[in-house]
Nanobody, 125 residues
Framework: QVQLVESGGGLVQAGGSLRLSCAAS????????MGWFRQAPGKEREFVAA????????YYADSLKGRFTISRDNAKRTVYLQMNSLKPEDTAVYYC??????????????????WGQGTQVTVSS
């Protein structure tokens, strides 16, 4: 069982940056690939980024490459999402998720086992 708590969301002007954090409970954090998703009002939840168990590999939605960076610190049981050059269309609730896997990663939301409650990111123009 893993509980995930996101933080770091807020209001930022276009062009600004935010760093989201997702803290996990439990001692098996390194057994999970981690992902970030987002959901804007009236839209489907979409994949943002994922990172493998060791943090050795990262993956991004094509539209976000170069602006967002996912990382993790297994000792702190935390995964991060650094978001730069933010745009109004990045406005959404951002969720972290944990996928208990032997290896690899996934961009498919229903394959993740645990979800946080989400944190709101609002980018003003």
């Amino acid at each position: 069982q893993v509980q995930l708590v996101e933080s770091g969301g807020g209001l930022v002007q276009a062009g600004g940056s935010l760093r989201l954090s997702c803290a996990a409970s439990g001692r098996t954090f390194s057994s999970y690939a981690m992902g970030w998703f987002r959901q804007a009002p009236g839209k489907e939840r979409e994949f943002v980024a994922a990172i493998t168990r060791s943090g050795g590999s990262t993956y991004y939605a094509d539209s976000l490459k170069g602006r967002f960076t996912i990382s993790r610190d297994n000792a702190k049981r935390t995964v991060y999402l650094q978001m730069n050059s933010l745009k109004p269309e990045d406005t959404a609730v951002y969720y972290c998720a944990a996928d208990q896997v032997v290896a690899g990663w996934t961009s498919v939301a229903y394959e993740y086992d645990y979800w946080g409650q989400g944190t709101q990111v609002t980018v003003s123009s």
